[in-house]
Nanobody, 129 residues
């Protein structure tokens, strides 16, 4: 049974950084596109970043970001460690949310949560002003 386990959340001041990790077990990690979503209290779950498992060309990367986090967050993956990371810099109070890791067999990241078949339990990120 495939499982995703996130870690790395916590409390940080505005302008600070955090790195989230998500480990996949029970599946072939290198064949999954991975995504990070977040859900703030009272809001819908939203796409944050995704990284595909196929590199199509040097000119078209396999990463995708929400506009709200572009240039601040970086997604990466280590297939040898079955792990996807989300480096979050210049954090803002509006980044406060539960962050979820998700996996899909699609070759490219999707911004739609229903395209992802597997989900982690989430990790809380709180940014104080």
């Amino acid at each position: 049974q495939m499982q995703l386990v996130e870690s790395g959340g916590g409390l940080v001041q505005a302008g600070g950084s955090l790195r989230l990790s998500c480990v996949l077990s029970g599946g072939t990690f290198r064949m999954y596109t991975m995504g990070w979503f977040r859900q703030a209290v009272g809001k819908d779950r939203e796409f944050v970043a995704g990284i595909g498992w196929v590199v199509f060309s040097k000119s078209s990367g396999r990463e995708s970001y929400a506009d709200s986090v572009k240039d601040r967050f970086t997604i990466s993956r280590d297939d040898a460690k079955n792990t996807v990371y989300l480096q979050m810099n210049s954090l803002k109070p509006e980044d406060t949310a539960v962050y979820y890791c998700a996996a899909t067999k699609n070759t490219r990241p999707s911004t739609l949560s229903y395209d992802y078949n597997y989900w982690g339990q989430g990790t809380q990120v709180t940014v104080s002003s």
